[in-house]
């Protein structure tokens, strides 16, 4: 393996849902997640945003491994998880972690946080005996700025940030190469976010550990991955993919620049000047019944008949990559009015 080997790759990886409509009807296929092309690099950090119902927890369970593509190939350091041996698939296990959202639901509540933390070493035969277990348990408290004397305390005795912090502490017992944070900071209160997300990029610089940071906060996901890079997902869909800093800044796809335009902003200066772009609908598609053609151009404000008639693919644009027919036309995007279609 090349040190240039991406950590996890996707390749055209589709995953569908079937649902059931009746005793004698034939399930409908849903596209949660399709045409997925994606590489995540060692020490990336990597920002899956979008919508609920765009797909982004489905890839994010595509990546760890729980849930298998109905098309396409899941790469782990360039092999294919699922052709691989017992030992080759129980290192990806080992090495593609998940932080959940649900830090409570994650956790035995009838369970001590020792035995939840310890049991996993011992099961996998990471820790030698118990006191090893326990010591490598006590480095990984330190690490994420847990006290020793939690380590005998039920999940419902610590605070939500509390048991956040736990969560990583599991995870980097593992000894991962890849973590996906599918939503870790929405259940929190608004003051404790930032030192989880500063715990993450403490995690991501010292031990090398790539993220997938799975978000609809595009505020969240610009400090996480302030030098990485960040996907944007519509119905199951990538529509831009890029730099963070320079995605947000210019961004190229209708959709993410409505996303942008929505997101309020503090300063009432700006406020007032603040660029509107005014959508034909409100309403998402379904994704079990996705539009022709693009499927954001019953709500584009820039759509012409090839929007409807043609799919867009994923292709090179600017320093990214956008799946619009439209991107080199549409004017460019600007926060305010009087700024519209100048450098910022």
């Excluded at 034939?26 to 119902?53: F, Q, T, Y």
């Excluded at 782990?76 to 699922?82: A, I, L, Q, S």
Aim: aromatic share 6%; glycine share 6%.
């Amino acid at each position: 393996m090349s040190e240039n080997t991406p950590v996890i790759s996707l390749q055209n990886v589709d995953l569908y849902y079937e649902t059931k409509r009746g005793l004698f009807k034939p399930p409908i296929r849903v596209g949660a997640a399709l045409g997925i092309n994606l590489d995540v690099h060692k020490g990336e950090v990597l920002a899956i945003v979008g919508e609920s119902g765009c797909g982004k927890t489905t890839l994010g369970n595509v990546i760890i491994g729980m849930l298998k593509p109905t098309a396409g190939k899941l790469l782990f350091n360039g092999k294919d998880v699922y052709s691989m041996g017992k030992s080759a698939y129980r290192e990806f296990r080992n090495s593609v972690q998940l932080v959940q959202q649900d830090s409570y639901a994650a956790l035995n509540p009838v369970k001590t946080l020792r035995h939840s933390l310890c049991g996993p070493l011992l099961h996998k035969k990471l820790a030698k005996n118990n006191a090893d277990a326990v010591k490598q348990v006590y480095e990984a408290l330190d690490m994420v700025g847990i006290n020793h004397e939690e380590l005998d305390k039920y999940p419902h005795e610590l605070s939500g940030g509390q048991r956040q912090r736990i969560l990583m502490a599991r995870a980097i017992l593992m000894r991962p190469k890849l973590i996906v944070a599918d939503e870790p900071v929405s259940m929190i209160d608004v003051s404790l976010r930032i030192s989880i997300l500063n715990l993450m990029a403490k995690l991501n610089k010292t031990l090398d550990i790539a993220f997938v940071y799975i978000t609809h906060d595009f505020g969240t996901a610009r400090y996480i991955a302030r030098d990485g890079n960040i996907t944007i997902m519509y119905l199951g869909k990538m529509v831009e993919y890029g730099n963070v800093q320079k995605v947000l800044e210019h961004p190229s796809h209708p959709y993410l620049q409505a996303l942008l335009t929505a997101v309020p902003v503090p300063d009432p200066i700006i406020a007032k000047k603040k660029r509107e772009l005014p959508l034909k609908s409100v309403d998402m598609p379904s994704v079990a019944a996705p539009p022709s053609g693009c499927r954001f151009h019953p709500r584009c404000p820039y759509a012409t008949e090839i929007c409807s008639q043609e799919e867009p693919q994923l292709k090179p644009f600017k320093d990214g990559k956008c799946a619009c027919h439209l991107a080199d036309q549409i004017p460019a995007w600007s926060l305010r009015r009087d700024k519209a279609g100048a450098e910022e």
